[in-house]
């Protein structure tokens, strides 16, 4: 029996309320407002409304945890009391911008509050609590295998009082978005440092900085994931402020671990609540529908399906609970064997069973009249984004040989 807190109940309700009040109801306006936008990038009238709401009601910058609740007006919330809200979120895949706990953002401003001088909070990290900016985080390489984060060859140079930039990202989350103002940007600083972990830094360039040029937005699946999109960015001899280094110089690898286990364990919780609503209309679905006599859900293979999508869902939980409150213990690096665990085993779980919603479904679960799809390729991303599922399993593989083998 989990036990959350009771400002965690109490969000849990009012959100579930605000989901039933507003999110479902605003779907279909959602997507007329965005198949009918000019600039599929820009800010959508529904979402503004309703993060107005959510602001009014509460129910604003969720995400916020426990070590930096002076940024929120809730006080933050632990890991295992937060799960619950992502999860609510996740049954609607664009919602939880509408409570500023989407990501990248929410990652960027963690890393913000950890990391950045409090000038740098002052420009960029206020403007993203508040709502009034986006962000992104140029990781990824093309030419590299960036699942081997040292192969990483954006150029970055101390030149006097600034940093010059010179390489090209891709797959950048919100780069496309028009709102977009602030790039966290990992690159090579130090190349010929003995240790590979510290060869790297981490600086803050501004969207608009001479030189950073977006040469296209990319897809997955077809899908362009607006209004948020992903871009491939060449940053062009950038010029930014020496004192735009986060944390300081080699340190950027440190902060990219520091970042990315939250992240993981929040792509987890959303992607839970995606299986469960495409549980829960399939159930709905199959009644609806007859072949040979009878309704589907009266066929063995139809059942069977069911229940282990239930199963399977129930098991997501139980790990991703345990990950949260290990998490809130000990902190994400001495949890990263169960942030691995549920990194590799979420998103591949609930891409079966989303899969298994969309054949019951027929040729309509593989269109946009179901939200099946693009959940499909929400939990296919997933497995590469934040690090593919072979190096996690490489890294936790070893790391569970060393400790029952010494």
Known sequence: M????????????????????????????????LEQAQNRFAPLGLMEELKAKAKQQGL????????????????????????????????????????????????????????????????????LLDGEIRSSYAMTEPQVASSDATNI????????????????KWFITGAMNERTKIIIVMGKSDPDNADRHQQQTQVLVPRDTPGVE??????????????????????NQVRVPAE?????IGRGFEIAQGRLGPGRMHHCMRLIGAAQRALEISCQRV?????????????????EDIAKSFAEIEMMRLLVQKTCHHMDQVGPQAARDMIAASKTSVP??????????MQMHGAGGLSSDYFLAEAFNYARWCRQADGPDQVHQMALGKQIIERYSG
């Open 2 to 33: 989990i036990d959350y807190s009771d400002k965690s109940l109490q969000l849990q309700q009012r959100l579930q309320s605000f989901m039933e009040q507003y999110i479902y109801p605003g779907e279909i306006t959602y997507a007329e407002q």
């Open 60 to 127: 604003w910058n969720l995400f916020v945890p426990e070590t930096h609740g002076e940024f929120s007006e809730h006080g933050g919330l632990s890991n295992l009391d937060y799960y619950p809200l992502a999860e609510m979120m996740g049954r609607v895949l664009w919602s939880a911008e509408v409570f500023n706990c989407n990501a990248p953002d929410t990652g960027n401003m963690e890393v913000l509050m950890k990391y950045a001088t409090p000038a740098q909070q002052a420009q960029w990290l206020q403007p």
């Open 153 to 168: 060859e954006l150029s970055m140079v101390l030149d006097g009082d600034e940093w010059l930039v010179d390489g090209r």
């Open 214 to 235: 977006v040469v296209r937005a990319l897809t997955t699946l077809g899908y362009d994931d607006a209004p948020v999109g992903h871009a491939e960015i060449r940053f």
């Open 244 to 248: 735009n280094v986060l944390l300081g």
């Open 287 to 303: 009644q609806e529908r007859a072949t040979f006599g009878r309704k589907l859900g009266q066929h063995q293979s139809v059942r």
């Open 348 to 357: 591949l779980m609930v891409q079966g069973i989303i899969d298994r919603c």
